[in-house]
């Protein structure tokens, strides 16, 4: 299990995790952030792996993962 941590603030929601995450694990919220965006969440914080790939694909660096 991995730590996971999205900034809303800086996520624009451009939803390239939700596409990249291998275990669907990362939806959009139901609220916008104090920019408008639909920001990312994680879904069950005990699925995520740690792989990374949501962190690498995000282009506003919104993600960031402690192991």
Request: with cysteine.
């Amino acid at each position: 299990m991995a730590d996971i941590n999205i900034d809303k603030k800086k996520c624009k929601g451009c939803c390239l995790c939700v596409s990249c995450c291998p275990r669907g694990n990362i939806e959009m919220s139901d609220e916008p952030n104090e920019a408008g965006a639909y920001y990312a969440c994680i879904i069950d914080e005990k699925e995520c792996t740690g792989c990374a790939i949501c962190c690498q694909m995000c282009p506003d660096v919104a993600i960031e993962i402690e192991e």
